[in-house]
C-alpha cells in the first residue's frame, strides 16, 4: 500500500494549472447556458423591469449550481472517504489474522479496531464531517448567501441524488479497482437519508408535495452537474492525469477539487458578472455587493420586526398620551359648564384646576 496508489505522481504542476483551466472552460461553459436560460426565463417580464430581473435572477441561479457542486463534492468524498478506509481494512486483515501487526503503529492498530467493531458510527461521524464541510464551504469559503434555506436543503438533497447516480454507473459498467458490494453500503446511506428529507416522522403530505417540487424544481442543476464531472473525469483519464489503477471515485473527487477552485476563482473574481453587466449602468452597483450579510434574509427580518416593535410602542404611548389629555379637556370642560349653569365659582369644588 503506498500513497501512488491515490495519487498520481507524474500530475505536477503544469498539468494542475492545464486541468484546472480545463474545469474553469468548462464552469465558463455551464455559466452561459445558465444566462441563456435565465434570459428566456424573463422574456415575460415587463420590458421596464426585464433587464433588472435578468441580473438578479442569473445571479441567484449561478449560486444555487454551485451550491449544487459543493454539495456533490462533499458526499462523493464521503464515499471516497468509505472505499479508501475499507481498502485500507482489507490490506490489513491478513496480517492481522497471520498476527504481523505487533511492529505496526499504535494508530494502524486502532484504525483497524475500531473499522472492524464500529464501523458504522464510524461512517454516520464521516456522514456528520461532510455536513460540516458543506457548511464551511457554502458559507465561508465560498459564501452563497441568496440562496434561501429552503432551495438550499432541495439542493444538498440532490447532492445525494449525484452520489447515488454516480455509484450506480461505477456498479453498473464496473471499476474493476473495487468490488462493486463496497458501493452498496454508501447507496444505502444516501438512499436512507434522502427518504428522511422527503418523509419523517411529523411530516404532512403538504410537505412530502413541497420537497417533490423543490428537487423537480432544481432538477437541471443536477444534469449541469454530471456532465460538467463525467466530461472533465473523461478527459482527466484520456490525459493521464487521472491514473486507471486508481479507484475511478477517487479521480471523480479530483476533477470535483477542481471544479470547487475554479468556482472560488470564479465567485470571488464576480467572473460571471462580467458578462451581464453594464459598465455605464450605475443602477448595478447595487449588485457588486450581492454577497453582502446585510442582504441577507434573516437579518433583513429581524431588522424589520425589530423596527416595527418600536414603532408600535411609540404609538401605544402616543395615543394614551392623547386619551390622558383628552380626558382632561373633558373634565374641564364639564366643570366649566357646571359652573355657568349654576351662575357662580366655588373654590372649594374646583381645586383640582389649580396650577
Not at 450506480?168 to 453500503?185: L, R
Not at 398620551?321 to 364639564?334: G, I, M, P, Y
Amino acid at each position: 500500500m503506498t500513497i501512488e496508489k491515490y495519487i498520481n505522481p507524474e500530475f505536477d504542476r503544469i498539468k494542475q494549472l492545464i486541468f484546472l483551466g480545463l474545469a474553469f472552460a468548462g464552469l465558463l461553459i455551464i455559466s452561459l447556458i445558465i444566462m441563456f436560460g435565465t434570459r428566456m426565463s424573463v422574456c415575460l417580464v415587463d420590458s421596464s423591469e426585464r433587464h433588472e430581473e435578468f441580473k438578479r435572477r442569473t445571479v441567484d441561479n449561478m449560486q444555487l449550481f454551485f451550491e449544487m457542486m459543493i454539495s456533490s463534492t462533499s458526499v462523493i468524498l464521503f464515499a471516497c472517504a468509505y472505499i479508501i478506509c475499507n481498502h485500507i481494512f482489507d490490506l490489513l486483515t491478513p496480517l492481522y489474522h497471520a498476527k504481523k501487526m505487533g511492529s505496526m503503529p499504535m494508530s494502524i492498530k486502532w484504525f483497524y479496531y475500531q473499522w472492524d467493531k464500529n464501523k458504522d458510527f464510524v461512517l454516520l461521524f464521516l456522514i456528520s464531517l461532510t455536513c460540516l464541510i458543506n457548511t464551511v464551504l457554502d458559507k465561508i469559503i465560498i459564501p452563497l448567501r441568496r440562496i434561501s434555506k429552503e432551495d438550499r436543503a432541495s439542493v444538498r438533497m440532490l447532492g445525494m441524488f449525484y452520489a447515488i447516480i454516480v455509484l450506480t454507473c461505477f456498479t453498473t459498467f464496473g471499476d474493476a479497482s473495487v468490488s462493486k458490494e463496497q458501493y452498496s453500503p454508501i447507496m444505502m446511506y444516501y438512499f436512507g437519508l434522502m427518504i428522511g428529507r422527503f418523509v419523517y416522522f411529523d411530516a404532512s403530505f403538504i410537505d412530502f408535495i413541497y420537497a417533490i417540487l423543490g428537487a423537480i424544481k432544481h432538477g437541471l442543476l443536477l444534469v449541469f452537474a454530471l456532465l460538467l464531472s463525467g466530461i472533465l473525469s473523461v478527459i482527466g483519464f484520456k490525459l493521464g492525469y487521472l491514473i486507471k489503477e486508481n479507484y475511478y471515485i477517487v479521480g471523480l473527487l479530483y476533477t470535483d477539487v477542481f471544479i470547487l477552485a475554479a468556482i472560488f476563482i470564479m465567485h470571488h473574481l464576480r467572473g460571471i458578472l462580467l458578462f451581464i453587466r453594464n459598465e455605464d449602468d450605475e443602477e448595478y452597483e447595487e449588485y457588486d455587493d450581492y454577497d453582502d450579510e446585510d442582504e441577507e434574509e434573516d437579518e433583513e427580518e429581524e431588522l424589520m420586526l425589530k423596527r416595527k416593535k418600536k414603532a408600535k410602542a411609540k404609538a401605544k404611548a402616543k395615543a394614551k398620551k392623547e386619551t390622558s389629555k383628552q380626558q382632561f379637556n373633558r373634565r374641564a370642560t364639564d366643570k366649566i359648564k357646571e359652573y355657568d349653569s349654576y351662575g357662580g365659582y366655588d373654590n372649594g369644588d374646583y381645586d383640582d384646576f389649580d396650577m
